[in-house]
Structures are given as structure tokens and as C-alpha cells.
């Protein structure tokens, strides 16, 4: 890899393409804007507020964080309200996604469940838990398309033992569709730890990344008007980049109007074109779960690891 890296105190740059500089401006700068989390995850802007939602998994809380006021705690437990803790690796809540105003879906570890959390009164509402009669692992991310059509991950992180908990009724890790009729539909089954997923543009694309240190891919889904995956193919692989100098596998992402793809991935957030091709990496120094744009679109929000970072970029991601 051919790259001109660029640091400052908090994180560096990477480009890798000519083209990453109408992305990446050149007085970039990595914030840090809050710390001390056990592995933060899932964040998404409430434009209507003016501030980010973001969950750390483990600790089993949803936090609140804006510009006026800081970080605060949104929902706690944010997934499992039970007393077998125990039996979870990561309880709480974890991919969190707009829906309608004043609602957002979550990827609910703990529950096992995709749900709606309605913002003002903070209650959950069900929206699949069950696949042909068995429960699922613990759905991980969750996207919505604009016509209600819901799309989710279900890989064992939430589990204590993963594969091998005793909780487990599903023999695979699915990829899954959630229609507006409330019926739940298998895209795939063959991944082994899909985690993160986004949209191409014109939705027509399904992209899902593949969370496994011994296959990290990102894997595109060729759709239908009904959101039936027509075929499958490896969109890009980050095998390459795998290093204890990289932390991070293939994990949350985020696609821009223009199709421009961030994933993140070894070493930080990955971005990519439409057809797969490196422009540069973001690095925070940690491994980063999963991003989301907020502000007027060109703010990118990192949940990475312990803490929450965010720069400022050309690029609009606002969709």
C-alpha cells in the first residue's frame, strides 16, 4: 500500500488516493468528545435535537451527547432488564438507526429482539424477536430503507460463549429483512459474524460487513423492488490490512449520497468508492466500531472503542 500519512495528537490520516482530498480537508482535525466507555457503538444523529445517540454495549447504556450539553445518560439498561447477566456477553443495546420523527430503531442485544424506541417516553416496541419460532441471537445493526423495509444482522456477540451459549436456538448468523407486514425474511445465513450494514444510494445494494478476523469482507447484496437478494459477491477485503498495528475488524459503516462507502475496519474507518477502491483511512489509534454523520452532514462521529471522536469533512453524508 502505497500511502501519505499525515498525525496529529489524536489519530492520523491516510491517503491512499488523489481523490481522498476532496474528502479529507487539509487542516483535518480528530476530537475527542467523550471517554471512559467499555465499547461504544451505534451512534446516530437526531437532527429534531441537535444531538448524537450512541450506546456502549457492555454497560448496557444508551448515551446522549450535543455540543451544549455534553454526554448524559439517554436509557439505562438500554437492552436486558433481567437478572441472568450472566448469560450475556454484551447486554444491552447496539446498531441504532432514524425512523420515523421523534423514533429511532434498535439492534437490542439483550432482548434479542429488533425494536422502536420512541424517544419521548422511552418505551419499546417490538418489531421481530423470532425467526420460524426461535429466537434470535442478538441482532447487532439495523437499517432502514425509504419505503419502511427494514434490513438487520444477527451474529452471538451478545452472548456469553457466542456460538457455543447455551441460549443460542439459531445454527447460523443471518442477514434478515423485516417487512412492513411485520414478517421476517432470511437474506442469507452464510455469513459467520455479520455485523454492520448500509445501502447503496438508489438502495439497490445491500452491503454487510463480515466481522471475522479470518474472513473480514465486506459482502454486497444485489436486491429486488421487494428487497429479495438476487446474488451475492464480495464488494472489498481488508485481510491485508489485519495487523496488531490495526486494531478493528469490519464492522458499522455508512454510504454517502454520492455512493462513497465508510466502513470501518482494520486500523480505523475505511473509505471507499462505489466500486470498492481505496481512498484513504481515518485513524483514531483504536479500533473503531461503527460511525454515523451529524451536524449539516459533513460531521463524521466515530464510536471507537472507549471513547467518542469526530472530524470535520468536505464530503456531505446527510442522506
Not at 465499547?39 to 435535537?49: D, F, L, R, T, Y
Not at 434470535?136 to 457455543?164: C, K, Q, W
Not at 474507518?269 to 451529524?294: E, H, Q, S, W, Y
Request: aromatic residues 8%.
Amino acid at each position: 500500500m502505497n500511502a501519505e500519512t499525515a498525525t496529529s495528537p489524536l489519530g492520523s490520516i491516510e491517503r491512499l488516493d488523489p481523490a481522498f482530498d476532496a474528502i479529507v480537508p487539509p487542516d483535518w482535525r480528530i476530537e475527542k468528545l467523550a471517554e471512559g466507555f467499555r465499547w461504544s457503538e451505534g451512534p446516530v444523529w437526531i437532527a429534531s435535537g441537535n444531538h448524537l445517540l450512541f450506546t456502549d454495549v457492555p454497560d448496557n447504556t444508551l448515551y446522549r451527547w450535543s455540543e451544549r450539553d455534553g454526554l448524559s445518560v439517554f436509557l439505562k439498561p438500554s437492552g436486558y432488564e433481567g437478572e441472568e447477566i450472566g448469560l450475556f456477553r454484551e447486554p444491552g443495546a447496539n446498531g441504532l438507526f432514524p425512523d420515523r420523527e421523534g423514533a429511532i430503531l434498535l439492534a437490542d442485544h439483550g432482548n434479542r429482539m429488533v425494536a422502536r424506541l420512541d424517544l419521548v417516553t422511552k418505551r419499546k416496541t417490538p418489531l421481530a424477536t423470532r425467526f420460524e419460532g426461535k429466537r434470535f441471537n442478538s441482532p447487532n445493526d439495523v437499517i432502514r430503507r425509504r419505503d419502511g423495509v427494514i434490513f438487520f444482522t444477527d451474529p452471538p456477540y451478545g452472548l456469553a460463549g457466542l456460538n457455543e451459549s447455551k441460549l443460542k436456538e439459531l445454527d447460523f448468523n443471518g442477514v434478515y429483512r423485516l417487512d412492513l407486514d411485520g414478517s421476517v425474511h432470511l437474506v442469507d445465513r452464510d455469513m459467520t459474524f455479520p455485523n454492520g450494514l448500509a445501502l447503496t444510494p438508489d438502495e439497490r445494494t445491500l452491503y454487510v460487513a463480515n466481522s471475522d478476523r479470518k474472513q473480514p469482507v465486506w459482502i454486497a447484496f444485489s436486491l429486488n423492488e421487494r428487497g429479495e437478494a438476487l446474488s451475492k459477491q464480495t464488494f472489498a477485503d481488508s485481510s491485508d490490512l489485519m495487523s496488531k498495528d490495526s486494531p478493528g475488524v469490519p464492522d458499522g459503516m455508512r454510504v454517502t449520497p454520492d455512493g462513497t462507502v465508510f466502513a470501518t475496519a482494520p486500523g480505523g474507518v475505511l473509505v471507499m468508492n462505489p466500486d470498492g477502491k481505496r481512498l484513504g483511512r481515518i485513524r483514531t489509534g483504536t479500533a473503531i466500531a461503527n460511525c454515523a454523520f451529524g451536524d449539516d452532514g459533513r460531521t463524521l462521529y466515530m464510536t471507537s472503542h472507549d471513547f467518542l471522536a469526530r472530524i470535520r469533512l468536505k464530503i456531505d453524508g446527510k442522506r
